[in-house]
């Protein structure tokens, strides 16, 4: 429903604000209302409900009206064919009118009806599910594209800074060249040095373009749309917190996890189909149909016909065919269920590989980031003692070449962290909400109840 579509989009939307980026706020909710894949499988879900609903409709009585009217004439060759009335030997026969009602009910006693749309409805939840998956990967790209736009803005940023730097380095040698202190080489390799931090922050510019036209792909839009909006510069979004370990039961939040277990049901539910195929079928057949040669006669009590049957059918002998679709649909469930087992795996698996890359991310961006502080620090002093003539220039090109690879290794790594708290939260199906971030275990009489006791039940 309506209802259970906005629940699910708050649901999977409310933890991008823990970023605290009203910018990305916005954007999320723009790719929510516009997005072209997530519309898609909303119309997929309408697509299985109906079928659904076709599939409960054998419950209910099946009704008909018709009507016929028209002249037959029959061969006077057959012997003792009934001649109307009034018609000459050799011009038999008749005109018909009728005008009626046919229905059908089937009985639905071994479940057959039941188990079909048993099935169709584990079909609709996998839509369902399907859906939530689209909007959580579309969710995962429109976030981490919205990271590297600012990491390449910050960048970009530090670039311009460098090129100014360049820019000092080339005019001081120029200066000292003048006042007789400096060489051509010195004046050479400043060029050099500037050429190259100008070259370098091209590449810049035109990812920046790339990533704004991704997220307005995603959001529905036009590329190009938000570029102006997206042209300022913002900081990277603030690193949210996450549980210091994750109980299991939280994975079952996770939409691959959610639809291969409703995929287990409804195979389940077609084997329920194929059996009840081997026994009895039962259906009441009505049929009301008055008939006359005459419209006069139509309506007229001896015009009246019906039928009213209970109808049964036993298959006996179909070569093996009913069997065979049997054992069709237990391999079939039990392909569903090794599935669900993989899925779980697979779902534990990268679950433990994007908390190894949070922990690990800690140390690494705090590393780098005094790596790039300390760098800054002895660029700045080069350029000090080389204006004071105590160091050569080649110690000035190689600290600032060196405090240049820091920053950008920092804004890298915060880049990588933000995108493994994206790849985490996916990971987690965002099943992690309402866990206490110092929490480290479930009690034993929830773990029970986990998502591993119930893929791994025999």
């Known amino acids: 429903t309506d209802a259970e579509i ?68 029959f061969s006077i060759n057959v012997d003792n064919w009934p001649i109307r009335p009034g018609n000459p030997a050799n011009r038999p026969g008749a005109s018909y009118l009728s005008y009626g009602v ?53 960048r970009l940023e530090i670039s311009n800074r460098n090129i100014r730097v360049a820019q000092e ?37 035109t990812h920046v373009a790339q990533i704004t036209h991704a997220l ?32 299991s039961i939280v994975l079952a939040n996770r939409p691959d996890i959610r639809r291969a277990e409703r995929a287990y049901a409804e195979a389940t539910a077609r084997i329920g189909v194929a059996v009840a195929q081997m026994y009895p079928n039962f259906s009441i057949p009505l049929n009301f149909n008055p008939n006359a040669s005459a419209m006069y006669q139509l309506f007229q009590a001896g015009a009246l016909s019906w039928q009213f049957f209970m109808l049964a059918s036993l298959p006996l002998a179909h070569g093996g065919k009913l069997t065979a679709q049997v054992r069709g649909m237990q391999a079939a469930a039990e392909a569903s269920r090794l599935n669900y087992r993989q899925t779980v795996l697979t779902a534990f698996r990268e679950v433990e590989d994007a908390m190894a890359a949070w922990h690990d991310d800690v140390e690494h961006t705090e590393l780098l980031h005094k790596a790039a502080e300390d760098s800054r620090l002895a660029s700045d002093r080069a350029r000090k003692l080389y204006s004071a003539g105590l160091v050569g220039f080649l110690e000035v090109l190689t600290t600032e070449r060196t405090a240049l690879a820091a920053e950008n290794a920092e804004a890298v790594a915060r880049l990588e962290r933000l995108q493994d708290a994206v790849n985490l939260y996916t990971a987690m199906g965002a099943g992690w909400q309402g866990v206490a971030v110092t929490a480290t275990a479930l009690p034993v009489s929830l773990e029970k109840q986990n998502i591993l006791a119930r893929a791994f039940k025999e």
């Open 6 to 73: 906005a629940r699910t989009n708050a649901e999977l939307k409310d933890w991008w604000h823990r970023f605290n980026d009203a910018e990305l706020d916005r954007l999320v909710d723009r790719a929510i209302g516009g997005n072209y894949d997530l519309q898609i499988a909303g119309q997929r879900i309408l697509a299985e409900r109906a079928l659904r609903d076709s599939q409960a409709s054998a419950w209910y009585p099946q009704i008909d009206a018709n009507t016929t009217n028209g002249d037959a004439r």
């Open 102 to 154: 046919s229905a059908s009910w089937q009985i639905d006693v071994f479940g057959r009806i039941r188990r079909s749309v048993e099935a169709q409805e584990r079909a609709v939840e996998e839509t369902v599910e399907e859906r939530r998956a689209v909007l959580m990967t579309m969710l995962s790209a429109l976030v981490s594209d919205y990271m590297v736009l600012r990491d390449t803005q910050l």
């Open 169 to 205: 380095a080339y005019d001081l040698t120029q200066r000292l060249y003048l006042e007789g202190v400096g060489n051509t080489l010195q004046i050479a390799q400043a060029k050099a040095e500037l050429d190259s931090q100008l070259a370098a922050r091209e590449p810049l510019r």
């Open 216 to 247: 307005d792909v995603l959001m529905g839009q036009m590329p190009g749309t938000t570029e102006a909006e997206l042209k300022v510069a913002r900081p990277l979004p603030k690193v949210p917190e996450f549980p210091a370990t994750v109980p």
